[in-house]
Nanobody, 126 residues
């Protein structure tokens, strides 16, 4: 079983920065994809950034230039930095993982991932 635990969310003013993290534990594999998703009230969950075990990354168009996904050398912790923050970034942020399939680039589709954390809330005020 794989467990994902997000942390680092909070309330921040627009223009600031925030780094959220996801601790990974349990039975993992050498090849994986991990992603960050967000869901605002009344909206679909959308992928914003993903990374695979080789360090390849993918970003949604809305995330390019402001979002940075990274992982610790131990690869047990995933990070997402957002800078600068905008009010429209307000959402619950989830990390997700999959170990089943190999992709040319890490995917951003929610149905490509099989393990999910509980989420961490990010609220950006103007």
């Amino acid at each position: 079983q794989v467990r994902l635990l997000e942390s680092g969310g909070g309330s921040v003013q627009a223009g600031g920065s925030l780094r959220i993290s996801c601790a990974v534990s349990g039975n993992t594999y050498s090849y994986y994809c991990m992603g960050w998703f967000r869901q605002a009230p009344g909206k679909e969950r959308e992928g914003v950034a993903s990374i695979d075990s080789a360090g390849s990354t993918s970003y949604a168009d809305s995330a390019k230039g402001r979002f940075t996904i990274s992982q610790d050398d131990s690869k047990n912790t995933l990070h997402l930095e957002i800078n600068p923050l905008r009010p429209e970034d307000t959402a619950m942020y989830y990390c997700a993982a999959q170990f089943r399939y190999r992709y040319e680039r890490p995917p951003l589709g929610r149905y490509d991932y099989h393990y999910w954390g509980q989420g961490t809330q990010v609220t950006v005020s103007s």
